[in-house]
């Protein structure tokens, strides 16, 4: 877990505006070219070096992390902050960014942040439908839960036909909803952020032909 201090320059309008408006809208929000190629390429090659270097590990699942790669098939390395990387480094200052946005006008007291590299190789399962923190029968994040989900995609040049979308399930559900329910699918476009509720939103993803790459992560609450 990293608890995120600096304080970088905010975002621009052209970024900020869109992001605020469809996360208060909503519930969710997807922004192209949210980081810039050479960040991209930076990243996917920092996440494919950890990878050949044995440092990413099969992904669990449940709070015991039991690991079934038929529910999800991803191998992740979990990041910090103080890592001296410079693709991390601004990969920080721009969650820094971020929650700075988002406290400021939405005022959802994010305080931490978790995030690790995850890769899905080619073939594997995806990650069975799940949602990132359980519901609670009180509004509002509850103190020191997953309150934001966050993702960037550092594919390159993604067909449409190598699959690998993120389905997010539009409804509310109060269980695993039925893969016929109403749903928006988000390819994994390099460069693109997703943002959404954590504890609102049922996904899956979907398995993919070549291998998918992305940063992920968690806002948490105070």
């Not at 509002?140 to 979308?165: C, D, M």
């Amino acid at each position: 877990m990293n608890h995120i201090a600096f304080t970088p320059a905010p975002l621009p309008e052209e970024v900020a505006d869109p992001l605020l408006d469809a996360l208060t809208r909503q519930h969710y929000c997807v922004i192209d070219q949210f980081i810039p190629a050479d960040l991209i390429a930076s990243l996917r090659d920092l996440a494919l070096t950890r990878q050949q270097a044995g440092f990413m590990h099969q992904a669990g699942t449940s709070k015991s992390a039991i690991t079934n790669p038929a529910l999800r098939g991803d191998q992740i390395a979990w990041l910090d902050e103080s890592d001296p990387h410079p693709a991390l480094r601004k990969y920080f200052a721009l969650l820094s960014k971020l929650q700075q946005l988002v406290n400021r006008n939405l005022m959802m007291g994010l305080d931490t942040v978790e995030t690790h590299f995850a890769i899905y190789p080619a073939g594997s399962s995806g990650y069975a439908t799940h949602i990132d923190q359980f519901q609670q029968h009180s509004p509002g994040p509850v103190s020191g839960s997953r309150a934001l989900t966050l993702i960037i995609y550092l594919n390159e040049g993604w067909p449409e036909e190598a699959g690998g979308e993120l389905r997010l399930y539009t409804g509310q559900h109060t269980a695993q909803p039925l893969p016929e329910a109403a749903h928006i699918d988000i390819s994994p476009t390099g460069g693109r952020l997703v943002l959404f509720l954590s504890d609102r939103f049922w996904h899956t993803v979907l398995p993919a032909k070549q291998a998918r790459l992305s940063v992920t992560g968690w806002f948490k609450t105070r």
